[in-house]
């Protein structure tokens, strides 16, 4: 169990258009979903935690405003970047928790996002 | 400010030895711990954890030390094998103030030679 799916995989985009990511937890309800960032050869960044059913709390720095995130239900939560920059480019990446134990995350496959 | 940090941004092993990857941590808060193999364009798979009232944990072949004074945490893997070869990361959180938000270090390629 504890497999959790994201779409698409990867995308191209040109810049100024708007490109949604969709996490899903597929054999769990993951009430808590967090969304990463990831460069080349670089940590894992988290932008953002959503909770279902409320607003997603953003890290210092990450424009809530640019991605946009929402948390509809206990299975799927969407990431929307939009009017992408190629300063967008990168891999996101999104996970989800169940309630127990807390600080275990199960990650999706990742998307990888170009802006031209 | 990096508080979670893995310094050695690659190490390689010879098949059959041990792998050691080391972390080490600031926040005096986190209380949990865990490491990610990760592969190029694959998201992150969870290995083992450690919670801070224990100081090591055990699972196959894999086994993570805490040393909770000096702020550090390793992982042993033994034998290693080709098929661990892959990013691992180090990740911290701190569930009494943070719940499952997690804080990752920046990694160590891992390259097992045959």
């Known amino acids: 169990g504890a497999v959790v799916s994201q779409h698409p995989s990867w995308v191209i985009c040109k810049s100024g258009t708007s490109v949604k990511i969709e996490c899903r937890s597929l054999d769990f309800q993951a009430t808590t979903m967090f969304w990463y960032r990831q460069f080349p050869k670089q940590s894992l960044m988290l932008m953002a935690t959503?909770?279902?059913?409320?607003?997603?709390?953003?890290e210092q720095g990450v424009e809530k405003d640019k991605f946009l995130i929402n948390h509809a239900s206990l299975t799927l939560s969407t990431l929307t970047v939009t009017s992408a920059h190629p300063e967008d480019s990168s891999f996101y990446i999104c996970s989800a928790s169940k309630d127990y134990p807390v600080g275990e995350q199960y990650f999706g496959p990742g998307t990888r996002l170009t802006v031209t | 400010d990096q508080q979670v940090k893995q310094n050695s941004p690659s190490l390689s092993v010879q098949e059959g030895r041990i792998s050691i990857l080391n972390c080490d941590y600031t926040?005096?808060?986190?209380?949990?711990f865990l490491w990610y193999k990760k592969y190029p364009a694959e998201g992150p798979t969870f290995l083992i954890s450690i919670s801070s009232i224990k100081d090591k944990n055990e699972d196959g072949r894999f086994t993570v030390f805490l040393n909770k004074s000096a702020k550090h945490l390793s992982l042993h893997i033994v034998p290693s094998q080709p098929g661990d070869s892959a990013v691992y990361f180090c990740a911290a959180s701190a569930r009494e103030t943070s719940g499952s938000r997690l804080t990752f270090g920046e990694g160590t390629q891992l390259t097992v030679n045959p």
């Open positions: 959503s909770n279902e059913g409320s607003k997603a709390t953003y």
């Open positions: 926040n005096s808060m986190f209380d949990y």
